[in-house]
T-cell receptor, first 110, second 114 residues
Framework: ELKVEQNPLFLSMQEGKNYTIYCNYS?????LYWYRQDPGKSLESLFV?????AVKQEGRLMASLDTKARLSTLHITAAVHDLSATYFC??????????FGTGTRLKVLA | DTEVTQTPKHLVMGMTNKKSLKCEQH?????MYWYKQKAKKPPELMFV???????INESVPSRFSPECPNSSLLNLHLHALQPEDSALYLC?????????????FGSGTRLTVV
């Protein structure tokens, strides 16, 4: 059974600091997705990573994928309060369906 | 139009009621999905429709019945639900079932079963 684990599960950080969220998965997959969810809201697509070594950046967020290590990272640079949300990674192991990670609840303190 | 529209946004229903959730997209996407999300948990896949045909049913109880009348519309019919079925129900769509461009999610229907 595919497992997708994120760490940390909870992250409280000061504005202006850098941090990385990790997403580990247990089976082969060449594609990984990152989503953001605000409380009570839907999921917003952040990044689509479709190959080993893929790196994408948008604003203060940068995502990367290492399919050999079965690891993706979401790096936050100089955090701001507006980044407070829950971040999910999701993996498609070729079965035409996402398996979501456990989620990381991020709180950025002013 | 780059949105997935879900109605209603909130629904309260009794355990003997029959209700339906509706999802609509006009992006030409050929795959549509229903997810269930409990509070503080990740979304869990329920159903996948690809080219208007049901391709994946994640062993969902028969009190949930999906329907895809056309390529733009996805319904979820609810009957004899239990209180533990209370959750946020999310619809999503993608260009194809392979999800090469990711999914677009709707804003969800918050369902409460009393």
């Amino acid at each position: 059974e595919l497992k997708v684990e994120q760490n940390p599960l909870f992250l409280s950080m000061q504005e202006g600091k850098n941090y990385t969220i990790y997403c580990n998965y247990s089976t082969t997959s060449d594609r990984l997705y990152w989503y953001r969810q605000d409380p009570g809201k839907s999921l917003e697509s952040l990044f689509v990573l479709l190959s080993n070594g893929a790196v994408k950046q948008e604003g203060r967020l940068m995502a990367s994928l290492d399919t050999k290590a079965r690891l993706s990272t979401l790096h936050i640079t100089a955090a701001v309060h507006d980044l407070s949300a829950t971040y999910f990674c999701a993996v498609d192991p070729g079965t035409y369906k996402y398996i979501f990670g456990t989620g990381t609840r991020l709180k950025v303190l002013a | 139009d780059t949105e997935v529209t879900q109605t209603p946004k909130h629904l309260v229903m009794g355990m003997t009621n029959k209700k339906s959730l509706k999802c609509e997209q006009h992006m030409g996407h050929r795959a549509m999905y229903w997810y269930k999300q409990k509070a503080k948990k990740p979304p869990e896949l329920m159903f996948v429709y690809s080219y208007e045909k049901l391709s994946i049913n994640e062993s969902v109880p028969s009190r949930f019945s999906p329907e895809c009348p056309n390529s733009s519309l996805l319904n979820l019919h609810l009957h004899a639900l239990q209180p533990e079925d209370s959750a946020l129900y999310l619809c999503a769509s993608s260009q194809d079932a392979r999800g090469n461009y990711g999914y677009t999610f709707g804003s969800g229907t918050r369902l409460t079963v009393v």
